[in-house]
C-alpha cells in the first residue's frame, strides 16, 4: 500500500455541479500529490462546524498530475459536508490520505470492464476510468441518476471511455435504474466494479453473479478513524468483521454476506 | 528541553504521553505519521483470552464533540496475539502496554498470565470498565467487589507493572480506585468511556447496534478531569489520566489535577499525529513557565 500522508492540501476550486453536488480540486503547494490508487479515498477534516467531530472520508475523484491536483466529490448532504462545499479556492484542505484499498486492475490485455455507479457512488469510478484508459482499456461507464438535471461531468467521463446514462424519469438515457439498462443484455463484460447505493450494488452483484463475472463493490460504511485503528466501519465478510477503510473499502462481493 | 520522563510503578517512559486502547490500533497503523519513540507508550487493543467478533454494525455515532462506540472489544484473542502481532510490535522503540478484558476473574488472570511471559510487554492496563459487551467488562468495574475480585485473580498472575483501567459509569469513582489499590494494583487509568445513547430522529429508531454505546471526546475531559482530580487526592499510586485530551494544554490540566501521565485516545482519530504534538507542547509549557521537570508540575493544582 502506497504510504500515507497528512496533508494541508490548497483548495484550487470549489464547484457547484448540481443541486447537492460539488467539485473540489485541490494541490499540494510544496510538492508532489503522493501516489493514490482508484477506489482509495481521503479523510477531510472538517473545520468551523460546532456540529461535526470527526474527518469526513471522501472518495479520490480524480489525480491530475499535470496540474498536481486531486479532485473530490461531494455531496452536500449533512453539517460536515456543507461545511466542506462551502470552502472557496485559496482555502487549506486538511487531508488524511491515501486510506484504503481500490479496485482490482486487470491484467490480460483486452479485459473489458464495466464501471456502474450511481449517486455520489460515481466518485471514484472517474478516477478508476482513467487510470483504465492509462494503462490501454477503454471502459464503459453506465451510471444512473434521478433526472437529467442530476447528470454531472459526463464530458468528463466520456474523456475516458464510453458512457451510457439512465434516469428514473426518463428525461435523458434509458429511463429506470442503472442495473435495468439494455447494455447488460447487449454486451460481455469480463470485469465490473461498483460504487452507489447498496440496493444498486446487490442488483449489479446480482447480475456479475448469474452472468460469472468478477465483481467488486465500493462501501462506505460510517467511519471514525479511517485508520484500521477504532474498528467501527466493520462488514460482516467471510473472514468476519472487518474494517471497511484498511481491508475495503473495496470488496469482491464474493467476501461479503450479502443476499446475492 | 525539559526532562519529560515519569516512572509509573516501575514503568518507564520518556515521556508521559500514552495512546489510548481501542484508538491505536497496534501503533503499526500509525507508523506513517508517528515516529513511535516520540511517544510514552502505546497501550494496544482490548485482548481477550479467546477471539470475539464484537457487536454488529453500526457501531458508532457521532455527536457534539465527541463520538459513541460499542464495538464490543473485537479482537482475536490473546493467543493470536502472542503468535502474530507481539513479534511485529515488540521492537516499536516505545512501551507496549497490552490492555486485557474479560468475562470472569478466571478469564482476566489466564490472559494477563499469557502476556506476563511475553519479554517486551512491561504492563498491562486491566479493562474492567468496558460499557459495550453483555457479561464482564464494566459489570466488574462498577462495584468495589467486582473490581477487587478481578485485581486479586490477575495480581496473583501478573508480576509485571498492572494498571487498572476504571469505569466514570459509577457513583464513587474513588470508592473503585482504594478497592483495586487495597488487591494491589500499581496504578489507576481513568476514565473509559461514560454510557450514552443515540437516536436517529428521522428514522425513529436506535442508531447503535445494541442501543447503547460509550462517549468519548472532548465532550467528556471535564467530567474525565474532575475524576481524575478526586482519585488523585484519595489514593497513593499513580493515576494515569485520560478522557477528552486533544492537545498539550488538555494534557497539562491533567497533570495539573494529580495524574502522572496521560493518555490520548479519540483524538488520534482527528490528528494521527497529535499525541506527538502533545508531547512537544508539554515540553514547550515547561520551558515556558520555567519547570525542569514533569514531575515538578503533577498534582500542583491543589
Known amino acids: 500500500m502506497p504510504e500515507k500522508y497528512i496533508l494541508d492540501l490548497r483548495l484550487t476550486g470549489v464547484e457547484r455541479l448540481s443541486e447537492r453536488y460539488y467539485l473540489l480540486r485541490a494541490t499540494r503547494p510544496e510538492a508532489p500529490l503522493p501516489p493514490m490508487l482508484p477506489g482509495q479515498f481521503a479523510q477531510l477534516r472538517v473545520d468551523g462546524s460546532a456540529s461535526t467531530f470527526l474527518r469526513r472520508p471522501i472518495s479520490i475523484h480524480n489525480v491530475d498530475r499535470q496540474k498536481n491536483e486531486v479532485w473530490f466529490l461531494v455531496q452536500a448532504i449533512g453539517d460536515g459536508t456543507l461545511c466542506l462545499t462551502g470552502k472557496k479556492a485559496g482555502d487549506v484542505l486538511n487531508a488524511v490520505l491515501p486510506l484504503g484499498h481500490g479496485f482490482t486492475m486487470p491484467q490480460m490485455p483486452g479485459e473489458r470492464i464495466l464501471l456502474v455507479g450511481g449517486g455520489v457512488g460515481v466518485a471514484p469510478l472517474l478516477y478508476m476510468g482513467r487510470c483504465l484508459r492509462e494503462k490501454g482499456f477503454e471502459p464503459t461507464f453506465l451510471l444512473g441518476f434521478r433526472t437529467a438535471s442530476d447528470i454531472i461531468q459526463a464530458q468528463e467521463y466520456r474523456a475516458q471511455g464510453r458512457l451510457f446514462v439512465t434516469t428514473e424519469d426518463g428525461t435523458e438515457g434509458e429511463q429506470g435504474f442503472a442495473t435495468q439498462h439494455s447494455l447488460l443484455q447487449q454486451e460481455q463484460f469480463t470485469r465490473i466494479a461498483v460504487c452507489g447505493p447498496k440496493p444498486m450494488m446487490v442488483a449489479v452483484g446480482r447480475y456479475a453473479k448469474s452472468a460469472g463475472i468478477p465483481c467488486e463493490v465500493s462501501l462506505e460504511n460510517m467511519m471514525a478513524c479511517g485508520l484500521g485503528a477504532c474498528l467501527c466501519c466493520v462488514e460482516d465478510t467471510t473472514d468476519g468483521h472487518v474494517c471497511v477503510c484498511t481491508e475495503g473499502p473495496v470488496f469482491n462481493i464474493e467476501q461479503l454476506k450479502w443476499q446475492i | 528541553m525539559a526532562d519529560l520522563r515519569v516512572n509509573i510503578a516501575g514503568l518507564q517512559l520518556s515521556n508521559p504521553v500514552m495512546t489510548a486502547s481501542g484508538t491505536f490500533g497496534y501503533g503499526l497503523e500509525f507508523q506513517d505519521f508517528v515516529n513511535l519513540a516520540d511517544i510514552g507508550a502505546v497501550i494496544v487493543k482490548g485482548t481477550t483470552l479467546n477471539p470475539r467478533q464484537g457487536n454488529p454494525y453500526p457501531r458508532m455515532a457521532e455527536t457534539a464533540q465527541g463520538m459513541l462506540n460499542c464495538v464490543g472489544l473485537q479482537n482475536r484473542g490473546v493467543d493470536y496475539f502472542c503468535e502474530h502481532i507481539y513479534p511485529r510490535v515488540k521492537d516499536l ?164 489535577a494529580g495524574a502522572s501521565s496521560i493518555e490520548i485516545g479519540t483524538a488520534n482519530f482527528i490528528d494521527p499525529a497529535v499525541s506527538v504534538k502533545v508531547a512537544r507542547g508539554i515540553d514547550e509549557y515547561l520551558e515556558r513557565h520555567g519547570f525542569r521537570s514533569v514531575t515538578d508540575i503533577i498534582g500542583i493544582c491543589e
Not at chain 2, 506476563?116 to 459487551?133: F, H, T
Not at chain 2, 469513582?173 to 436517529?200: H, R
Not at chain 2, 468519548?216 to 481524575?228: D, E, F, H, I, Y
Request: hydrophobic share 45%; net charge neutral; aromatic share 4%.
Open chain 2, 93 to 256: 522503540g516505545t512501551n507496549v502496554i497490552v490492555n486485557v478484558s474479560g468475562n470472569s476473574p478466571e478469564d482476566y488472570a489466564e490472559c494477563a498470565r499469557r502476556i506476563d511471559a511475553l519479554e517486551c510487554i512491561p504492563a498491562i492496563e486491566l479493562n474492567i470498565s468496558c460499557p459495550n459487551v453483555k457479561h464482564g467488562g464494566m459489570a466488574f468495574g462498577t462495584t468495589t467487589e467486582g473490581a477487587a475480585s478481578v485485581v486479586r485473580a490477575v495480581r496473583k498472575a501478573y508480576k509485571k507493572t498492572l494498571i487498572v483501567k476504571l469505569s466514570p459509569n459509577v457513583t464513587s469513582i474513588t470508592d473503585i480506585a482504594l478497592a483495586v489499590q487495597d488487591e494491589g494494583a500499581d496504578a489507576v487509568s481513568l476514565i473509559n468511556t461514560l454510557m450514552g445513547m443515540a437516536i436517529d430522529a428521522e428514522r425513529r429508531c436506535r442508531v447503535l447496534s445494541i442501543g447503547t454505546g460509550g462517549l468519548s471526546g472532548p465532550c467528556v475531559k471535564p467530567v474525565a478531569l474532575r475524576m481524575v482530580w478526586q482519585v488523585a487526592h484519595a489514593v497513593q499510586i499513580p493515576v494515569i489520566g485520560l478522557g477528552g485530551i486533544s492537545s498539550a494544554t488538555d494534557a497539562i490540566e491533567f497533570l495539573l
